[in-house]
């Protein structure tokens, strides 16, 4: 009778080390898994952030243009009312005009910037998260398949004492 519960016990190690393995195995499988999704959102972001940046670029240059429209505009209206465009009048408009198209140009320009630095960010984030993620579940793995190999032995010594008892 003891010969036979101690093979019983070996078989049961070995299931018992068997089950950890897959169930290593299945961490690992997760962990890398979720790894590829944050990197996955990391590039969605960086691609993002790059659209942020060329939507800035070309709003400034639509600010810009809007401002050549508008002092072109401004000069024909003073043309059209006898001012003289080159005089006082139309340099204080043109300049204020310049000056608040260049604020706007600056107001885009920084809200992008701050923006895309957000995303950077983000980004950077995830990515770092996608390398803990992967090391975790490395941890994880290593602890269960030390779990199972604990259990196993655990199992075997006590097959070891129904085969000498």
């Known amino acids: 009778m003891g010969a036979a519960a101690g093979a019983a016990q070996v078989g049961v190690a070995g299931l018992q080390f068997l089950e950890a393995s897959n169930r290593a195995g299945a961490i690992s499988?997760?962990?890398?898994?979720?790894?590829?999704?944050?990197?996955?959102?990391?590039?969605?972001?960086?691609?993002?952030?790059?659209?942020?940046?060329?939507?800035?670029?070309q709003g400034a240059i639509d600010r810009e243009a809007e401002a050549r429209q508008m002092l072109g505009e401004q000069t024909v209206s003073l043309a059209a009312q006898g001012i003289e465009t080159t005089g006082e009048l139309g340099g204080i408009l043109s300049r204020e005009t310049i000056r608040n198209t260049r604020n706007d140009v600056n107001n885009i320009k920084n809200n992008a910037w701050r923006e895309a630095m957000g995303l950077e960010i983000e980004?950077?984030?995830?990515?770092?998260?996608?390398?803990?993620?992967?090391?975790?579940?490395?941890?994880?793995?290593?602890?269960?398949?030390?779990?199972g190999g604990l259990q196993a032995a655990s199992s075997v010594v006590g097959a070891a004492g129904s085969f000498l008892g």
Not at 39 to 57: P, S
Not at 126 to 145: A, D, V
């Open 123 to 147: 980004s950077t984030g995830m990515k770092i998260q996608s390398e803990f993620t992967l090391l975790k579940g490395k941890e994880m793995r290593r602890q269960t398949l030390a779990q």
């Open 29 to 57: 499988r997760q962990a890398k898994f979720r790894a590829g999704q944050e990197r996955f959102n990391a590039a969605l972001i960086d691609i993002q952030k790059g659209e942020v940046e060329e939507l800035a670029v």
